[in-house]
């Protein structure tokens, strides 16, 4: 499946994501500066932060409890689209999915 990161500078980066991976995992193998994903997955970091693009916000569904509140401190200010993009799995029915990466 592709997906689309948008960048704070305006620039984009499409790639090809493998089913069953995460968001956070194909940013980082694809690149995608400002996705960090300090621990790994595992919810305790909130450095992974994306915005949903407004087409996708029904397919991606919305943040769990652990997420939401994770969502609270964000370096960037959270908006009603932020996810947490090691919570988000690649699958089929995401094919074409746009994120967009806060500034910092
Ligand atoms: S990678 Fe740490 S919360 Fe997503």
Request: charged share 20%; aromatic share 2%.
């Amino acid at each position: 499946m592709k997906v689309t990161w948008k960048l704070p500078d305006g620039s984009e980066i499409t790639a090809e994501v493998t089913h069953g991976q995460t968001l956070m995992e194909a940013a980082l193998a694809n690149n995608v500066p400002g996705v960090i994903g300090e621990c790994g997955g595992c919810m305790s970091c909130a450095t992974c932060h994306v915005v949903v693009d407004e087409a996708w916000r029904a397919a991606t569904g919305a943040p769990g409890e652990m997420e939401d509140a994770m969502l609270d401190v964000t370096a960037a200010p959270r908006q009603p689209a932020s996810r947490l993009s090691c919570q988000i799995t690649a699958a089929p029915e995401l094919d074409g999915l746009v994120l967009i990466v806060p500034e910092e």
